[in-house]
């Protein structure tokens, strides 16, 4: 019962801008939306949060639309090691794992 | 890197035997987490806790125990490891400052039931 929709597969060259869509049409006014990646192997990694309001940090910026429906992550200058999968999650409290949009960064 | 060790990393076992895994932190976070990730499934939560000696089941706990009996360490038990057992296992930790859900995760732990 995934809240959100996410593409299975993009690709972006190194250095350009990567936007990964995510879609949560249902979600609740007290709701965040959470972005997670998982390198190859590893543990999922926290990227980002926010409620209405977008948001920027050192890895990624958050975009979030008006109606909250939607919103967008960007890496705003993708390299090899971006290369994961990433997930977009919509909760107040536990994080539920979809099967996330699985970014490939090529040179 | 947030401070989650796992141990073992890796563990062959048999099926009927009994498997425990250990996650052990050095941040004082409240809560702590094991999830479980098999191909084709994003990760899936067993089991957390949010306090010493406080836990509960996540989404597929069946089989599966936990105990905490300090706040640095989560330990999952499998009390009769069986081949659909065979995955990887995440230790997470939270505080829940910020509001929201941010979790830490571990390494993980690679098991194999044959």
């Known amino acids: 019962d995934a809240k959100t929709t996410q593409p299975p597969s993009m690709d972006c060259a190194e250095g350009r801008a990567a936007n990964l869509p995510c879609n949560h049409s249902?979600?609740?006014?007290?709701?965040?939306v959470y972005w997670y990646r998982q390198i190859h192997s590893q543990g999922p990694q926290y990227i980002i949060h926010g409620l209405k309001n977008n948001e920027t940090n050192e890895m990624a910026s958050l975009i979030i639309t008006e109606d909250r429906k939607s919103s967008t992550l960007i890496l705003p200058h993708a390299t090899l090691r971006d290369t994961a999968v990433y997930y977009c999650i919509v909760t107040i409290q536990k994080l539920v794992f979809g099967t996330g949009t699985r970014l490939l960064v090529s040179p | 890197d947030a401070g989650i060790t796992q141990s073992p990393r890796h563990k062959v076992t048999e099926t009927g035997t009994p498997v425990t895994l250990r996650c052990h932190q050095t941040e004082n976070h409240r809560y702590m987490y094991w999830y479980r990730q098999d191909p084709g499934h994003g990760l899936r939560l067993i089991h957390y806790?949010?306090?010493?000696?406080?836990?509960d089941k996540g989404e597929v706990s069946d089989g599966y125990s936990v105990s905490r009996s300090k706040t640095e360490d989560f330990l999952l038990t499998l009390e009769s490891a069986t081949s659909s057992q065979t995955s990887v296992y995440f230790c997470?930790?939270?505080?829940?400052?910020?509001?929201?859900?941010?979790?830490?995760f571990g390494p993980g732990t690679r098991l194999l039931v044959l």
């Open positions: 806790s949010y306090g010493v000696k406080d836990t």
């Open positions: 997470a930790i939270s505080d829940l400052a910020g509001g929201g859900e941010t979790q830490y």
């Open positions: 249902t979600i609740s006014g007290n709701e965040y």
